[in-house]
C-alpha cells in the first residue's frame, strides 16, 4: 500500500467579502448609520467604488477538497487564477487555518510561497539561513552540513552577509529556494514564486525539485507554465472556482486544463471598432485553411496547414512583423515564425491599408493533436498587438507514414526527415 504523507478531507476554505472594521466604535456606529439611511460609507475615500453591497458576501476560496499525495510524488497543481491554487498552499505551510475539513501531513514541510517567505529583511543571508533550518527543526550543526551546498546553489555567496532587504527580487529567491530545497524536508511546496528568477535558475529549481522527488521526498508545485509541470510531475490536481475539477496523470489533465473553455474555430473576425489593436495597427481577420484555401481545422500529418491573417495600417510609415505562435494542447509553444524569407522584412515600410499575410506549414512538420495560433503585429520588441488563441486546428495520425500503425509519438514536432540505410559489408562481425 502507497505510503500516504498528505491527506486533505472536506477542506473548505472561506472568506467574507467588505469591510471589518474602521479601528473604533464610534466609526462603526457611524458607517452603519450612513448604512441604514443609504447614504454613502463617510469613511470611503473619494474615487473609490462603494462595495457595501457586497458587505458579508461569502467568498468560497475552497469548497470540499479531497486529495491525497503518496511519498515520493511530483503532483502539479494546476487552474486559472483565483481558482484556489494559493490558498490550497497556505493551508498546507500552515499560513492560514481552514473554514473546515482537515489536512494530515506527515513529516517537515518547507514553504516557498512569495518572495522573501520565513526570511527577515534585517538579517543577512546568513543569519536567514540558520533562521530557517530553526524554523524546520534543525540544529546549527545540521544547518551547518548544508550551508556552502546552500551557497553555492543560490549563487549569492558575495553577499551572504548582507541583509536581505538590499537583495533584489531574483537573489531573495534563489536564497529562498536553496533554503527551502536543501534543509531536507519530508514536503517540498513551491508557488509560482519562481517566474521571478531568470531562466537558467528556473532550470535548476525543476532539477533540484526533481532530485528531491527522486530522492523519496515529495514535491506540490504550483505553475502556470505547462512545460515544466509536465516536465516535473507525474501527477496532478486541476482545482476551478475553489473545487476540484480533474486528478490524474500529468499528460491527460493538462490536455483537459489547456482546452477548457477555448472553442474549436478555424475562423474568427472582428469589426473595426472591436478589433484587437491600438490606433496604429488592428487585426481583421484569423483563419485556417487548407491547401486549396478553404477554411477548416482537421487535417491529416501530411497536409499542409495555412494560417492567414488581415489586419489594417492605420498610421503612415510604419515597419512592422506579422507573426504567428503556435502552441500545443499541452499550452507548450511549439515555434514563432516571422516572414524572415523576405530579405526587407525588417525594412520594410506598411502605409495605410488592408493588408493580407499567408504562412503555410508544411505537411509532416507538427506531431499530432490540437494546436492553437496566436497573431501578433509587432511594431518593436515593446509594442505588440496581439490576439492570444485565437483559431485553433487538430492534426490526425491517419497511419500512412507508419503502415497503419497510429500510436502516441513524442516530441512537439514530428518531421519526415531524409534518412538512408546502406549495407557497407556483408560480414556478420
Given amino acids: 500500500m502507497s505510503d500516504v504523507v498528505i491527506s486533505i478531507e472536506n477542506l473548505s476554505k472561506t472568506y467574507q467579502l467588505g469591510t471589518i472594521g474602521t479601528g473604533t466604535f464610534y466609526g462603526d456606529v457611524k458607517r452603519w448609520w450612513a448604512r441604514t439611511r443609504g447614504l454613502p460609507d463617510p469613511y470611503r475615500k473619494v474615487g473609490e467604488k462603494d462595495h457595501r453591497n457586497r458587505i458579508g458576501e461569502t467568498l468560497w476560496a475552497l469548497n470540499d477538497i479531497n486529495f491525497s499525495v503518496n511519498r515520493g510524488e511530483a503532483i502539479g497543481v494546476i487552474g486559472r487564477n483565483g481558482a484556489g491554487k494559493s490558498t490550497l498552499l497556505k493551508i498546507l505551510s500552515r499560513v492560514t487555518a481552514p473554514t473546515s475539513g482537515v489536512i494530515k501531513a506527515k513529516g517537515r514541510i518547507a514553504s516557498l510561497l512569495e518572495v522573501g517567505t520565513g526570511f527577515h529583511s534585517e538579517l543577512t543571508g546568513r543569519e536567514n539561513i540558520f533562521l530557517n533550518g530553526a524554523i524546520m527543526g534543525m540544529n546549527r550543526s545540521e544547518v551547518r552540513r548544508k550551508f556552502d551546498e546552500i551557497v553555492d546553489f543560490s549563487g549569492v555567496e558575495k553577499f551572504i552577509d548582507t541583509p536581505v532587504k538590499r537583495y533584489s527580487s531574483g537573489m531573495y529567491v534563489r536564497l529562498a529556494f ?9 514536503i517540498l511546496v513551491v508557488d509560482e514564486v519562481l517566474a521571478v528568477g531568470d531562466a537558467d535558475f528556473q532550470k535548476k529549481c525543476l532539477g533540484k525539485m526533481g532530485e528531491v522527488a527522486s530522492g523519496g521526498r ?3 508545485f504550483v505553475s502556470h507554465n505547462m512545460q515544466a509541470i509536465v516536465a516535473l510531475c507525474n501527477r496532478v490536481l486541476w482545482l476551478n472556482q475553489g473545487t476540484v475539477m480533474m486528478t490524474g496523470k500529468t499528460a491527460e489533465v493538462s490536455e483537459k486544463y489547456v482546452s477548457f473553455g477555448s472553442e474549436d474555430l478555424a475562423e474568427v473576425r472582428w469589426d473595426y471598432e472591436q478589433a484587437p489593436g491600438t490606433e496604429a495597427v488592428k487585426l481583421k481577420s484569423l483563419r485556417i485553411t487548407d491547401e486549396q484555401g478553404l477554411t477548416d481545422n482537421n487535417f491529416n500529418l501530411s497536409d499542409p496547414v495555412k494560417i492567414e491573417m488581415n489586419f489594417w495600417v492605420i498610421k503612415p510609415g510604419m515597419r512592422l512583423n506579422p507573426s504567428f505562435q503556435i502552441f500545443n494542447q499541452l499550452g507548450v509553444i511549439v515555434f514563432a515564425t516571422t516572414n524572415f524569407h523576405d530579405p526587407e522584412w ?12 499567408i504562412c503555410t506549414i508544411p505537411g509532416h ?8 495560433v496566436s497573431a501578433l503585429v509587432i511594431r518593436n520588441k515593446n509594442d505588440a498587438h496581439v490576439r492570444e488563441e485565437a483559431v485553433s486546428f487538430t492534426v490526425h495520425d491517419d497511419g500512412v507514414s507508419r503502415s497503419g500503425y497510429t500510436g502516441g509519438w513524442i516530441g512537439v514536432v514530428r518531421p519526415l526527415l531524409s534518412w538512408t540505410v546502406d549495407r557497407i559489408d556483408s560480414s556478420p562481425e
Avoid at 178 to 186: F, K, S
Fill in 218 to 220: 515529495t514535491v506540490l
Fill in 178 to 186: 536553496a533554503v527551502a530545497a536543501h534543509l531536507e524536508p519530508e
Fill in 365 to 372: 512538420m507538427l506531431n499530432e493533436g490540437k494546436h492553437t
Fill in 346 to 357: 525588417n525594412e520594410r515600410v506598411y502605409e495605410p491599408g488592408l493588408y493580407r499575410t
